[in-house]
C-alpha cells in the first residue's frame, strides 16, 4: 500500500473529496509488488466491467472475516455461477412480487410504532425495517431473538470507524482478550442461532425462502454443509439490509430537505394511489430513488478485481496480480455525466437511462448486486409509505454526511421528528429543488 492506499483506507471521506475534481479517473493505492488502483474513468470502469472472465474477486479484510471464508460475496469460477443462479433466480423477474406483501407489512408495522411528536433515529430505524425484510425472505420469520444478536453483533463490528479498524488490526493471536477475540466468540453464537432458525423455516417454508433454495441440495449447487449454509445466511442478512437501510435513510433525507421534490412525489402517489411497487408507475418516485442512489452511493466502491493475466486496461499494460477498484462514488460524481454533480436533481433520470460505466451504485458486470431489484422495489415501497403516513422533520441536518459503516456509507445520526398529516406540512425548511445546497461530503 502507498501513501494513497493509507490515506484511502484511514480517511475515506477526505480521500475521495480530494479526487473528486480528477479528470483521469484512477489513482495508484499501490504499486508493485503490490500493485492497485482504484478506478473511475467511466470508459476504464466499463472495461473493467466487460473483461472479468481474466479476473477474480479478491477477498476483504474488513467483511471478509465477517461473511466468512466460502461466502457467495467471495467466491469465484463455477461456485460463483451456481450461487448466482440460486439466489440470482428467487430475487428479480416475477418471483419478486412475492416479497411486496412482506415489505408492505413490514414497513406498516414500523410507521405503527412512530407516533406524532416522537423523535427516531432515521438510520437506525431503516436498518431494524430492512434486517426485519430480509429476515422474511432469507429464513421465512423475522424473530427478534435472531434478528437482535445479528444486528447487535454488526453493530459491534462496523458501527464506528475506530471499531471497524481495531477488529480489522488487533488480532490478538491467542487467549488474550481482544475486540478480534469478541468478535470470533460472537460469529460463533451467531452463526449457531442463524442455523437454528434456517432449519424449521426450510422445512415448514419450502422452497419459498432463500435458506430454503440453498439447502435444497439440488443442482448447480448440489450439497451445502452447514458451514458453508451458514456463511450464506450471514452474507444475505447483512448485504440484504445494510445498503437498503442507507439507501432509504438517505432518499428520506434528500426528499425532506427539498420541499418541492417532495410534494410532487406526494402528488405522485395521491394521483395513482399506488404502493410504490411497480416503478413504472411512480416514475418521479422511482428517478427520485435513483438519484439518491447517485448522489449518496451507500456502497463506496465495488469488490476489489484482480488481473489473472497480464493485459492493457485503458491503454496500459497492467502485470497479473493488478488489483483494479472501481470507485462507485467519484464515477457519480463525473461533472461530464451529471452537471452540477453535487446537486440532489432526480430530473437526471427521468427519461434518461445511464450507462452502466457512469452509473454504478449496484457494481456491474458479473458481480452486479444480486438484490438490486430487490432493492429498488424496497426503497419505493418503504419511501412511499413513509410520505403517505407521516410528515418527518430533519431535527440535525447537519449529521446528514457520509459515515463509514466498513465498506458502505450511510448517513450519520439524522434525529426525525414525527409530524401530523404529510399533505398539509411544509415541514423541512429545505432547499428548493435544483439550487445548490450544503456540500454533502462523498
Ligand atoms: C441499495 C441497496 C444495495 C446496494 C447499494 C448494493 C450494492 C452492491 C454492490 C456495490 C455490490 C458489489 C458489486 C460488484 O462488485 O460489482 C453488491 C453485491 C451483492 N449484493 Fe448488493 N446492494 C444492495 C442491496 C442488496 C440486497 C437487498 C441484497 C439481497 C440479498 C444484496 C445482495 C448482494 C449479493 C449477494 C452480492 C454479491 C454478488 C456477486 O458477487 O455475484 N444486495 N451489492
Known amino acids: ?11 475515506t471521506r477526505s480521500f475521495l473529496e480530494a479526487h473528486a475534481a480528477d479528470g483521469t479517473g484512477m489513482v495508484e493505492l499501490g504499486s508493485a509488488p503490490e500493485p492497485r488502483l482504484l478506478v473511475w474513468h467511466p470508459e476504464t470502469v466499463g472495461e473493467i466491467f466487460r473483461s472479468e472472465q481474466q479476473m ?18 467471495f467466491a469465484n469460477g463455477p461456485r460463483h455461477a451456481a450461487y448466482r443462479k440460486v439466489v440470482g433466480t428467487a430475487l428479480r423477474g416475477h418471483r419478486l412480487a412475492a416479497y411486496h406483501g412482506t415489505i408492505r407489512d413490514a414497513v406498516d408495522a414500523a410507521l405503527d410504532g412512530l407516533v406524532p411528536g416522537e423523535v427516531f433515529c432515521l438510520p ?11 429476515g422474511q425472505i432469507v429464513l421465512g420469520h423475522a424473530g427478534h431473538e435472531t434478528l437482535g444478536p445479528f444486528t447487535r453483533w454488526v453493530e459491534y463490528t462496523l458501527g464506528s ?3 471497524t479498524l481495531a477488529y480489522r488490526h488487533l488480532r490478538v493471536p491467542g487467549p488474550l482478550p481482544s475486540p478480534w477475540r469478541t468478535f470470533r466468540r460472537r460469529r460463533t453464537e451467531i452463526v449457531h442461532s442463524l442455523l437454528e432458525a434456517a432449519r424449521p423455516a426450510t422445512a415448514a417454508a419450502g422452497p419459498s425462502t432463500l435458506a430454503a433454495r440453498l439447502s435444497a441440495g439440488s443442482e448447480p449447487l448440489g450439497p451445502v454443509g452447514d458451514e458453508e449454509l451458514s456463511d450464506q445466511l450471514v452474507s444475505l442478512l447483512f448485504a440484504g439490509h445494510e445498503t437498503t437501510a442507507s439507501a432509504i435513510a438517505w ?8 420541499d418541492r421534490v417532495r410534494h410532487d412525489v ?49 491503454g496500459r499494460p497492467m502485470p497479473a496480480g493488478t488489483r483494479l477498484t472501481p470507485c462507485i462514488a467519484l ?49 419505493r415501497m418503504v419511501v412511499a409509505a413513509v410520505l403517505r403516513r407521516h410528515a418527518l422533520r430533519c431535527l440535525n441536518p447537519e449529521a446528514g454526511v457520509p459515515n463509514l459503516r466498513g465498506p458502505a456509507m450511510g448517513p450519520g445520526p439524522l434525529r426525525m421528528a414525527v409530524g401530523g398529516c404529510p399533505r398539509r406540512a411544509g415541514t423541512s425548511g429545505g432547499t428548493a429543488a435544483g439550487t445548490p445546497m450544503t456540500r454533502t461530503e462523498g
Do not use: K
Open 56 to 73: 477474480v474477486l479478491e477477498g476483504s479484510d474488513t467483511l471478509g472475516p465477517l461473511v466468512g471464508p466460502h461466502s457467495l460475496l
Open 161 to 163: 470507524r475506530p471499531r
Open 124 to 134: 437506525e430505524w431503516t436498518r431494524d425495517l430492512t434486517l426485519r425484510i430480509i
Open 1 to 11: 500500500m502507498n501513501l494513497n492506499g493509507y490515506r484511502f483506507a484511514l480517511r
Open 331 to 379: 464515477a457519480h460524481r463525473n461533472p461530464e455525466a451529471y452537471p452540477h454533480p453535487w446537486r440532489f436533481d432526480p430530473a437526471r433520470f427521468l427519461d434518461t437511462r445511464r450507462s452502466a460505466q457512469e452509473y454504478l451504485p449496484f457494481g456491474g458486470g458479473t458481480r452486479r448486486c444480486l438484490g438490486a431489484n430487490l432493492a429498488m422495489l424496497e426503497m
Open 266 to 314: 406526494q402528488e405522485e402517489l395521491a394521483a395513482t394511489g399506488d404502493d410504490g411497487s411497480a416503478a413504472e408507475r411512480v416514475p418521479l418516485l422511482n428517478a427520485v430513488c435513483q438519484e439518491a442512489l447517485r448522489i449518496s452511493p451507500p456502497a463506496t466502491v465495488a469488490g476489489n478485481r484482480t488481473l489473472t493475466a497480464d493485459r492493457r486496461i485503458a
Open 251 to 258: 432518499t428520506l433525507f434528500w426528499l425532506h430537505r427539498d
